[in-house]
């Protein structure tokens, strides 16, 4: 970060997919420098602390190769004496939550020599090569190609009772947080009425005595088959016209359960007993830094532009993770386009020499 230097590749983002490509890139000797974000109150108010969605989850059970459980049995029938001991005691039995992994895969980076920084990309000019991307705290860096990383945030409501017990019951990813002993054989809340509402009640289900859908209007915006499926599934309460006034909860319990009010009405609320709650209100990509010069989808979601790869409309510019997925929204799935997107900068390099 000379003055004067030009950078190969530049990573901006710091979830699976930033680590992911900055793994591949630095193994390719392209000496990555990667951009993790910012420690400031502004981020930690929105949820966009370095590390990303998976440093504020707790248990990931759904990651490849980090299986919780005791798992001695199996290490001392498939291994001998020695490995199994020392399995035995390596082996985490909590599994691995979402920031240790997040903090493994970061130093898996920087073994390979990734550099880090801690600040944020806060605005970039893309119009030519090489492109000028400057730091929050004011620093200038030119590169020949950048992955764009950034993820996206989920919407919640912005009660202050729901960020008191984020983590502590509540949640806006079933699939990640859905099967925690906190959930299991217990009223559930869901909040909102699209397809990701749908989705998360219904995978709710299998792990909750009732789940209820909280929905402001009186009809859902999820698509026909899925509403169906839920209105079907007799451990589904839909409470319509109706919005969360607040989360209510203690400190020793988090999460005991949400009051709601009517939309029709205003002066009726009930409070609806629960140990979780889930905003399924939608999801934003972190994309403001852009300024419009990536073409996105109308929903503001980076739009690849090559078939099956991660190029965007602005030659040297790859996307990867969640900043240009609305559909999966899954860690593998970030870290796999990662890896795409590092290979197709890698190989574009190649190209332009
Ligand atoms: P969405 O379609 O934008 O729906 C968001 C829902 O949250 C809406 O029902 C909206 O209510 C409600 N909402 C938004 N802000 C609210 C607020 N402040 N208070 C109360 N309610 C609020 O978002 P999504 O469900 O995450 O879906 C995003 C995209 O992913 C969609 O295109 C969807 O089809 C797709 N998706 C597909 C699948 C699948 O096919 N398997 C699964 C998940 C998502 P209103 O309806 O009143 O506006």
Redesign the pocket.
């Known amino acids: 970060m000379t003055d004067n230097k030009i950078e190969d590749v530049v990573i901006i983002g710091s979830g699976p997919s930033g680590w992911a490509a900055a793994i591949y890139t630095a193994r390719a000797e392209l000496n990555p420098l990667l951009f993790e974000g910012a420690i400031n109150n502004e981020n930690y108010a929105n949820g966009l602390l370095p590390l990303g969605q998976l440093a504020q989850t707790t248990e990931v059970e759904n990651y490849p190769g980090f299986p919780s459980g005791d798992l001695s049995g199996y290490f001392n029938t498939a291994f001998d004496e020695r490995k199994s001991e020392e399995l035995n005691t390596t082996h985490h039995k909590a599994g691995v939550s979402g920031p240790e992994l997040m903090e493994l895969m970061r130093q898996q980076a920087k073994n390979f020599g990734t550099r880090v920084v801690t600040d944020d990309i806060a605005s970039c000019d893309l119009s030519s090569r090489p492109f000028t991307l400057k730091s929050l705290s004011g620093e200038e860096i030119k590169t020949k190609a950048v992955i764009i990383a950034t993820g996206a945030r989920a ?1 919640y ?1 912005g009660l202050e009772s729901e960020d008191r017990y984020k983590n502590h019951g509540v949640s806006a990813c079933a699939v990640c947080d859905g099967a925690l002993p906190r959930f299991r054989n217990q009223p559930l809340v869901v ?9 998360e009640a219904s995978f709710l289900t299998k792990f909750a005595s009732k789940v209820y859908i909280i ?3 009186d009809e ?4 026909k088959i ?1 509403a169906e499926r839920v209105l079907a599934n007799e451990k589904i309460e839909v409470k319509w016209n109706s ?1 969360v006034d607040e989360v209510l909860g203690d400190e020793k319990d988090g999460v005991t359960g949400v009051r709601i009010r009517s939309t029709v009405d205003k002066d009726k609320t009930e409070d609806l007993a629960c140990t979780g709650y889930f905003a ?4 934003t990509p972190n994309t403001s830094f852009l300024d419009g010069q990536i073409e996105t989808h109308e ?1 503001g979601y980076i739009k690849w532009t090559v078939p099956f790869r991660t190029n965007t409309n602005i030659e040297g510019v790859f996307a990867a993770g969640d900043v240009a997925d ?2 999966y929204k899954q860690a593998i799935t970030a870290a796999g386009s990662g890896c795409q997107a590092a290979l197709d900068a890698e190989r574009w390099l190649e190209e332009q020499e």
Do not use: P, Q, T, W
């Open positions: 919407n409501l909040v909102g009425g699209g397809d990701s509402a749908m989705e929905h402001r209007r859902f915006r999820a698509s899925m919005v399924a209100i939608g999801h929903n609305d559909n």
